[in-house]
């Protein structure tokens, strides 16, 4: 456990290097010296802008930090102020805890990798030893129940679907049934693609939660968004909507290898409150790792 988990910070380190030579190499060079002038100040917030962190993000961290470089350096300092962005972790959190089988909810806008990231993570536990079984509850595209089922298939696991346009609080209680009777360890499920509105979102997720705690007393599902890093800002607009109507608990990163713009990090953790739980980093089925925070900042920080 301890090589692979040490082989998946090598992993974010490489999948960084866009980020690297990007907005960081930008604000590596303004920090390099000791004492900031004034005016350098105002290109570490421009290059924090440029890196996806957000305007008045970006305002807010370099204020806090020009206090701090009495006692430090100028890295040090808006280091300190993006790691204090970051939400804190539960070192002990897994995707599959002791209550079996653990259920997880994945939602998303078309086209960010969300079936994808599902292949991914069903592939990834499957790995780690767990029994995973997929619902294809987005029925609204037909196209999304055979994707899955291709998924299903590469990475070795069994799904649970109906028709296109079926219940999808059906497909999660057939699931979850045969979950139990198969004695799987977790359940991901596939949720329709889109916002159509929120409040429809919300009662169909709720729906769903309903039949989960009707069929599993006491079971709490993690709820994953999945956000495309090439988005920026775009995304993050995206992420706090969804999180209004549903509760999210966790936010998986897509493409993080393929943007230069890597502070989006910080600026959906900041203003969610959600942690980003796992990381894209190519499109290989094994190209998905968790995220760590703080090899996050030290990859940033490190020179290509």
Same mark, same amino acid.
């Given at each position: 456990?301890?090589?692979?988990?040490? &082989?998946?910070?090598?992993?974010?380190? &490489?999948?960084?290097?866009?980020? @690297?030579?990007?907005?960081?190499?930008?604000?590596?060079?303004?920090?390099?010296?000791?004492?900031?002038?004034?005016?350098?100040?105002?290109?570490?917030?421009?290059?924090?802008?440029?890196?996806?962190?957000?305007?008045?993000?970006?305002?807010?961290?370099?204020?806090?930090?020009?206090?701090? =470089?009495?006692?430090?350096?100028?890295?040090?300092?808006?280091?300190?102020?993006?790691?204090?962005?970051?939400?804190?972790?539960? !070192?002990?959190?897994?995707? %599959?805890?002791?209550?079996?089988?653990?259920?997880?909810?994945?939602?998303? %806008?078309?086209?960010?990798?969300? &079936? =994808?990231?599902?292949?991914?993570?069903?592939?990834?536990?499957?790995?780690?030893?767990? @029994?995973?079984?997929?619902?294809?509850?987005?029925?609204?595209?037909?196209?999304?129940?055979?994707?899955?089922?291709?998924?299903?298939?590469?990475?070795?696991?069994?799904?649970?679907?109906?028709?296109?346009?079926?219940?999808?609080?059906?497909?999660?209680?057939?699931?979850?049934?045969? *979950?139990?009777?198969?004695?799987?360890?977790?359940?991901?499920?596939?949720?329709?693609? @889109?916002?159509?509105?929120?409040?429809?979102?919300?009662?169909?997720?709720?729906?769903?939660? @309903?039949?989960?705690?009707?069929?599993?007393?006491?079971?709490?599902?993690?709820?994953?968004?999945?956000?495309?890093? =090439?988005?920026?800002?775009?995304?993050?607009?995206?992420? *706090?909507?969804?999180?209004? *109507?549903? #509760?999210? &608990?966790?936010?998986?990163?897509?493409?993080?290898?393929? =943007?230069?713009?890597?502070?989006?990090?910080?600026?959906?953790?900041?203003?969610? #409150?959600? !942690?980003?739980?796992? *990381?894209?980093?190519?499109?290989?089925?094994?190209?998905?790792?968790?995220?760590?925070?703080?090899?996050?900042?030290?990859?940033?920080?490190?020179?290509?």
């Amino acid at each position: 456990m301890a090589d692979d988990r040490a &082989t998946e910070m090598d992993e974010l380190e &490489t999948g960084l290097r866009r980020s @690297r030579g990007g907005f960081m190499a930008r604000l590596r060079d303004v920090l390099g010296q000791e004492v900031l002038p004034a005016a350098d100040w105002a290109e570490v917030e421009e290059a924090l802008i440029a890196g996806d962190v957000g305007a008045a993000l970006a305002m807010r961290v370099v204020e806090r930090a020009r206090p701090r =470089t009495v006692r430090g350096t100028a890295t040090e300092a808006v280091k300190h102020e993006l790691a204090a962005l970051l939400v804190p972790r539960d !070192p002990g959190w897994r995707l %599959v805890g002791e209550t079996r089988p653990a259920v997880v909810l994945v939602v998303g %806008v078309n086209g960010t990798g969300k &079936t =994808t990231t599902i292949g991914k993570l069903a592939h990834r536990e499957r790995r780690a030893g767990h @029994r995973v079984l997929l619902a294809a509850a987005d029925t609204f595209r037909a196209a999304a129940i055979e994707q899955l089922g291709i998924w299903a298939e590469r990475a070795g696991v069994e799904m649970v679907a109906h028709a296109s346009g079926a219940d999808p609080g059906a497909v999660v209680f057939d699931a979850l049934d045969a *979950a139990v009777a198969r004695g799987a360890d977790l359940v991901i499920a596939d949720t329709a693609g @889109r916002l159509h509105t929120k409040s429809n979102l919300m009662d169909e997720l709720s729906k769903i939660r @309903r039949i989960i705690d009707r069929r599993l007393p006491g079971t709490t599902p993690e709820t994953l968004f999945v956000l495309d890093a =090439t988005t920026g800002q775009n995304g993050l607009g995206q992420a *706090a909507a969804f999180h209004e *109507a549903v #509760g999210l &608990t966790g936010i998986v990163l897509t493409k993080l290898d393929s =943007t230069a713009r890597g502070g989006i990090v910080f600026a959906i953790e900041e203003r969610l #409150g959600v !942690p980003v739980r796992f *990381a894209g980093l190519g499109e290989g089925i094994d190209d998905l790792v968790e995220f760590d925070p703080a090899a996050f900042l030290e990859a940033l920080f490190e020179r290509p």
